[in-house]
């Protein structure tokens, strides 16, 4: 799987030393770098990871930018900086993590790993679907579009991106063949965790808007569930 990577620094040892530090660990990354947010923003490439400075580039400005761009908008950003107080605003866009100069190579590997499972797993999730039957006629589901299943009766309802569809398939069969990327949180909801944008001890709330319940007694275990699909390199909205 080949992975576009963009690096933007003012600095050209910095991004050298980025750069270096990548093809180090990643030798089949196909790495671009940049010395300016127009220059980086005017890049015809789509690139999957973003290693931004935050002050010589203007880096939480080129986020923000990046977040309104379909091609970028669940993109990897990692922010290299020499300086601290930018954390707050790096998490406002959804960064996946903050790194600071100098560089701690063990620490950065660490990072590079992570987030380049991330976008393996992202990739892998994109071709998994459901076939189910919809009406009498088999339907194609992708996962990817699917923000959680609801029990009804002998039958499930799949709240989707296009909709909401009634389908012939039973929970506990479901719960199995999607464990690596669905949740049981309560026995009406099965989740799907990339979707998940917040949660608290009661309720799970969807990058949709929706609210769904968590089961009292599931919270410890979808905790756990939650953040070793993280660790693992699940797609993370929180």
Known sequence: MEINIAICDNNRNACNDILQLIHKQKPSAKIFTFASKDTLLDAKEDFDMFFLDIKGVGGI???KILRERPNSAKSILIFITGYSEFMSEAFDVNAFHYLLKPIDAKKFAQILDKAWA????????????LLLKVDGVTKKFFLRDIFFIESANKKVILHTMTGNYSAAAKMDALEIALADYFYRCHRCYLVNLEKIS??????IQLTNGENILIAGKKYPAFVKNYLRYAKSGGVVNV
């Open 198 to 203: 917040a949660y608290t001890n009661d309720t």
């Open 118 to 129: 991330e976008i393996e797993n992202a990739e892998t999730q994109a071709e998994k679907y």
């Open 61 to 63: 400005e080129i986020a």
